[in-house]
C-alpha cells in the first residue's frame, strides 16, 4: 500500500471529528442509507477527507470524472488507472448499492452483539450469499490494520484469560479433533478435546484483542502474551499454570484462584481480578448464541475481530454509533477479501 494512503487512513482514524461530514439525525433515516448517491458522497469523505487518491498509483486530486458516477481516471502520466469510489477497499466489485453496504456497516458496528446475514438478507433484500459475504467483508474492515502497538504499558494492567466456544468440526480447519485431544497437558493446559479455544487480552478500561487458537497450551497462551503485551504491564489472570512462567516476564502478575471461589482480591496497588476478560466473554458469547449461531471454526477469528472492534470502540471509551461505524469504514481501505481468502481458517499457530 503507497505511504501516502497509509498516513491518510491513520489520520482519518485518529481525528473521527473529520469524518463527520453528514450533518443530521443519525440514524437509519439519513440519505446515504437509502441513496447510493448519497452513500458514495459520505464514504468518499471519510476514505478522500483531502480529495481522491488513486489507488494504483498513490496521486492525489489528478483525476478525471468519468461520465458514469462514482468512476474516475487517473491522471497521472504514468498511471492513467480507472478507479471508483470503492476501488481498492473491501466493497471493491460489489454488485450491491453502496447505501445497503453503509446500513450493514452501521448496523454491525451499531449492535452490541452484532447482527445476522440472514437478518442483513431479509431487511435489505439481497441474496443470502451476498449477504453473508457482505457480513464477512465488514469483519474485514474491522480488523486492525499494519503494526498494532502492545497493549499495556507502565502501570497498566491486562487481563489474560481462555474460554471454550463451540464444538470443534472435523472438516474445518488443520488440527484433527484427536490431534487436539492427545495434546499433552503439561503446563497447565486445560479442558482441551472438542471444544474451540479462545485467548483474549483485555486492557483494564482499554482495548482488547482475542484469538481462536488450536489448543490453548503453554507455548501457545505465552507466544500470544508475548508479542502482544508490553513488558512495563501488569498482567492479571486466574490461577491456571499457563501464566505463571510468562508472568515472570511482567513488571507483576497477580492472578485471583477461581477454584477457591476467589474473584476479586484487594492488593494496596488495586484489585485483583479478571473481570474484563470475563465482561467480554460474556458478551461474545450471548452474540454468538443469540444472533450468529452457527459459525464454522474457520470463521471463528472474524467473529473476534468484530467483537474486539466494537469493545474497542465502545460507547464507554467515547465513541458514539456514527463514529463506530464511521471507523469501520475508514477500515474498508486496503482490504479486499476474496471467496477463496473468506474460508481460510484463522488459528494462530504455535
Ligand atoms: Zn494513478
Request: charge should be positive; hydrophobic fraction near 35%.
Amino acid at each position: 500500500m503507497p505511504l501516502l494512503i497509509l498516513i491518510r487512513m491513520l489520520a482519518v482514524m485518529l481525528d473521527l471529528s473529520s469524518m463527520a461530514r453528514y450533518i443530521g439525525p443519525m440514524n437509519l433515516a439519513a440519505p446515504h442509507f437509502r441513496d447510493d448517491e448519497a452513500a458514495r458522497t459520505y464514504f468518499e469523505a471519510i476514505r478522500w477527507p483531502d480529495g481522491r487518491v488513486c489507488p494504483h498509483c498513490g496521486s492525489i486530486g489528478s483525476e478525471y470524472v468519468t461520465k458514469r458516477a462514482g468512476r474516475y481516471r487517473c491522471g497521472a502520466k504514468e498511471c492513467r488507472k480507472d478507479f471508483s469510489t470503492t476501488t481498492g477497499t473491501a466493497m471493491e466489485s460489489s454488485k450491491v448499492g453502496l447505501s445497503k453496504w453503509l446500513w450493514t456497516f452501521y448496523m454491525m458496528a451499531s449492535s452490541k452483539k452484532g447482527i445476522s446475514s440472514q437478518q442483513v438478507h431479509r431487511s435489505l433484500g439481497v441474496s443470502k450469499d451476498a449477504a453473508w459475504f457482505m457480513c464477512h467483508r465488514v469483519r474485514e474492515a474491522m480488523k486492525a490494520g499494519g503494526l498494532v502497538a502492545p497493549l499495556g504499558g507502565p502501570g497498566k494492567v491486562v487481563e489474560v484469560d481462555e474460554t471454550y466456544h463451540g464444538k470443534i468440526s472435523e472438516a474445518s480447519g488443520q488440527y484433527s479433533k484427536r490431534k487436539r485431544g492427545s495434546t499433552t497437558k503439561r503446563g497447565g493446559s486445560r479442558r482441551i478435546g472438542d471444544k474451540r479455544a479462545i485467548v483474549t487480552l483485555v486492557e483494564r478500561g482499554g482495548k482488547s484483542r482475542s484469538f481462536h487458537v488450536a489448543v490453548a497450551d503453554l507455548p501457545t497462551v505465552q507466544k500470544i502474551v508475548r508479542e502482544n503485551i508490553a513488558k512495563e504491564s501488569r498482567l492479571h489472570t486466574d490461577g491456571s499454570g499457563l501464566y505463571t512462567a510468562v508472568g515472570r516476564e511482567y513488571a507483576e502478575h497477580a492472578f485471583v484462584d477461581h477454584s477457591k471461589e476467589e474473584y476479586v482480591r484487594y492488593e494496596p496497588t488495586g484489585p485483583v481480578h479478571n473481570n474484563s476478560a470475563e465482561s467480554y466473554f460474556s458478551v461474545f458469547k450471548r452474540g454468538m448464541r443469540g444472533v450468529y449461531q452457527h459459525c464454522k471454526e474457520a470463521h471463528l477469528h472474524r467473529y473476534l475481530v468484530e467483537f474486539d472492534f466494537r469493545h474497542n470502540t465502545r460507547t464507554r471509551l467515547g465513541v458514539d454509533d456514527k463514529q463506530r461505524a464511521d471507523l469501520a469504514l475508514a477500515g474498508a481501505e486496503g482490504k479486499r477479501l476474496t471467496y477463496r481468502r473468506t474460508n481460510e481458517g484463522g488459528h494462530v499457530a504455535r
